[in-house]
């Protein structure tokens, strides 16, 4: 890295609370450093206290840009200048470009999801998924499952105060695309063990499962699933969550979170650099292996 730094080295940053886990860091460096690119990528810890002093720093500071992770997805948009039509849909974003001091929100989580779940051999067009979680990650994964062609969604959330966010999501699914989604209190575990045991995939888009939360899953216990479940996971840091580790002893094919950081990273390196992330490289450099 520090052969790398120069007088014209571009930064790039990652805001996000906690994030000293986080493996962007080292992907994107790697990624810049694979093509020459001459960019520096940094995470910072940010929460929302902070995140409007932060992007007042990225215009000052003429950054490159930034991603944005938990707890800003949802929240950033208001010191922006512009959002994407895919960030507008979701209410959230997760990557931002600054374009000569004009900042635009874009948002790759969804995208980066479903070409992960492509990568693995796992087709989910035209059938049915359960999903827990209605923040920034939950939306953008929500939102464009629909558009690809997912039949059919059963969204969970706790009535916390992404409820009402959960709710127009599902009405933006239902009136803007083919699939039908249905929302549910998490707290009907009997509803949710119901409408697992009558789908595809089941997703946690939610941060349960990494630090402080370490250790904890949404589900009670081995009779949610069945061995010819996917169990998918945002989570990456630890890489098998307590739900996949329970899911593996059932016999499910599992699927955490990296591929997925992978591929909405791929997606923002080239909203920054107008080049195509070396993809099988990092996924060595990553250590990505699948079930």
Not at 10 to 22: D, F
Not at 205 to 219: D, F
Request: aromatic residues 8%; hydrophobic residues 40%; proline residues 3%.
């Amino acid at each position: 890295m520090a052969e790398r730094i120069t007088g014209h080295t571009e930064l790039i940053g990652l805001m996000a609370y906690p994030i000293r886990h986080s493996s962007s860091p080292a992907m994107q460096n790697e990624a810049f450093a694979k093509l020459g690119l001459d960019y520096a990528y940094l995470a910072f810890e940010v929460d929302n206290d902070t995140l409007e002093d932060a992007i007042k720093g990225l215009r000052a500071l003429r950054m490159k840009g930034s991603n944005v992770s938990m707890p800003n997805k949802t929240v950033v948009h208001k010191y922006l200048d512009k959002l994407s039509p895919a960030a507008e849909l979701c209410g959230a974003v997760n990557t931002i470009v600054n374009d000569n001091g004009v900042l635009t929100g874009h948002i790759t989580d969804g995208i980066g999801y479903m070409q992960s779940l492509k990568d693995n051999n796992i087709d989910v067009i035209g059938k049915k998924m359960t999903i827990v979680g209605a923040g920034g990650a939950g939306t953008a994964i929500e939102i464009q499952a629909a558009l690809d062609g997912v039949k059919e969604m059963s969204i969970f959330n706790r009535k916390d105060e992404f409820w009402a966010n959960a709710e127009a999501t599902v009405k933006k699914i239902n009136e803007n695309t083919q699939c039908k989604a249905t929302l549910y209190d998490l707290a009907d575990l009997d509803k949710l063990k119901e409408e697992i045991a009558d789908s595809y995939l089941f997703a946690n888009a939610t941060g349960v499962g990494m630090k402080p939360l370490e250790g904890q899953t949404y589900i009670p216990d081995k009779s949610f699933f069945r061995p010819d479940l996917i169990v998918t996971d945002v989570v990456y840091s630890p890489r098998e969550t307590a739900m996949l580790k329970m899911a593996k002893e059932v016999g499910c094919k599992t699927m955490n979170g990296l591929g997925m950081m992978l591929f909405q990273g791929a997606a923002a390196f080239e909203l920054w650099t107008g080049q195509q992330m070396p993809i099988e490289h990092m996924k060595e450099v990553l250590d990505i292996k699948y079930d």
